[in-house]
Each structure stands twice: as structure tokens, then as C-alpha cells.
């Protein structure tokens, strides 16, 4: 794993939740990007070499809108960056990581996705992250 490549908060608004966090970065988000597959809209803001992911559930199957009525809002998952995200699934699989994706999968923000199950990362949702190809 190269570095964070961003941290995703799950809202339930993301039009005033990109208001608030504009006023608390101090940046406006640079990008805000519908993901049908995932059942969320998603806004990017860059805060110094990290990104921040706001994620608003677009339907009641999301798993956002699991998150956020079993949990509440607030910080989702932690996202990796790494060069071959289905080499680091094999990896973390050989390391006894359960992985909620077996292969990667398209995600927001020209990226190819996978998740490491949060049982096997003391409740920590992680995800794993490609720079796809242009």
C-alpha cells in the first residue's frame, strides 16, 4: 500500500455536507460524481496529499444507508492507494484477510475497488485503490 488515498464520510446530505466541509477545508470539493453500482453520489475534496469522499446513499439498498441507520454519519472507511489492486487482493487474502470483493471493481474517482471485510481489520472498513488507466 502506496499511502491514504482517502478517508469517506458518509452524510446524509451531500449538498450541505459539501457546505460544511468547503467552510471547514477551507477548499471546495473538486469533483462530485454519481456511482450508480454503489447506490451513492460522492464529492472529492483534496486536503493536502489526501482526499475526503462525502457519500450520500441514493436508494434504501445502499450500503450507506445501511451505515448511516445502523451507525449514524461519520467516517465510513479508510482507502489505501495502491499499483495493482488485484495483487493486493491476493496478498491480503494470503494474510488471512477477508476480502469483501474477490476481484476489483469500478469505483468513484477513475479508481478500480475492493474492500477488506471490517471483521478482519478490527472494525475498520478498509478499501483498497487503483488509478485506472486513462
Known amino acids: 500500500m502506496n499511502k ?16 460544511l466541509f468547503s467552510k471547514l477545508l477551507n477548499v471546495k470539493p473538486y ?4 456511482v450508480e453500482s454503489e447506490g451513492v453520489i460522492t ?17 434504501s439498498e445502499s ?9 449514524g454519519e461519520g467516517i465510513h472507511h479508510i482507502a489505501f492507494g495502491v499499483d495493482n489492486a488485484q495483487l493486493e487482493i491476493l496478498r491480503l487474502i494470503e494474510n488471512g484477510f ?11 474517482d477513475n479508481k478500480l475497488i475492493a474492500f477488506v471485510h ?3 481489520t478490527n472494525s475498520v472498513l478498509t478499501e483498497i485503490c487503483e488509478e485506472k488507466s486513462k
Do not use: R, W
Open 98 to 108: 477477508d476480502m469483501i470483493h474477490q476481484t476489483p471493481k469500478n469505483g468513484a
Open 43 to 59: 464529492s472529492f475534496f483534496i486536503v493536502g496529499e489526501t482526499k475526503i469522499e462525502l457519500l450520500q446513499a441514493i436508494n
Open 63 to 71: 450500503s450507506i444507508a445501511k451505515f448511516i441507520e445502523k451507525k
Open 31 to 34: 469533483k462530485t460524481e454519481l
Open 118 to 120: 471490517p471483521k478482519s
Open 4 to 19: 491514504i488515498e482517502h478517508i469517506g464520510i458518509a452524510v446524509k446530505d451531500i449538498e450541505a455536507s459539501n457546505i
